[in-house]
């Protein structure tokens, strides 16, 4: 499947229901996950790619729950859904940072959780 077919596939979708995609390599060695935006805005028509799924915040945030159940977490300030994500400081401590439930700052957790890349 090459990029330019995944591209018109994606004009397609409701991307505010499934802000993301995750998509992997004819070599199945490689998988990522991105935002949409993120994902066309860099995407080579003439890229090779074995298959894709689009994913909606329910979804990536079970993947994120499944990857750190004990670091991060659901929570509610000032009435609106947060996340609430544990991790070390460069100075070795624990600390909680608070976001919000939003594609953006679920994607900055994920990729910071994973190194970017999944497997």
């Known amino acids: ?3 330019y077919e995944i591209s018109e596939k994606i004009m397609h979708a409701d991307k505010k229901k499934q802000p993301f995609i995750k998509w992997w390599r004819k070599e ?3 998988a ?3 935002e949409v935006g993120v994902f066309v805005d860099n995407l080579n028509p003439n890229h090779e790619f074995a298959g894709f799924e689009l994913l909606t915040m329910e979804e990536l945030w079970a ?8 670091r991060v977490a659901l929570g509610k300030q000032n ?3 947060v996340i609430r ?3 070390r400081s460069e ?3 624990l600390q909680e940072e608070i976001y919000p439930y939003n594609p953006h700052s679920l994607m900055v957790i994920f990729d910071a959780e994973t190194g ?4």
Request: charged share 35%.
């Open 116 to 119: 970017g890349t999944i497997v």
């Open 32 to 34: 990522d996950i991105e």
């Open 91 to 93: 100075s070795g401590f």
């Open 79 to 81: 009435g609106e859904t």
């Open 1 to 3: 499947m090459k990029g």
């Open 63 to 70: 993947e994120l729950k499944r990857r750190q159940p004990k």
């Open 85 to 87: 994500w544990q991790r």
């Open 28 to 30: 199945n060695d490689f």
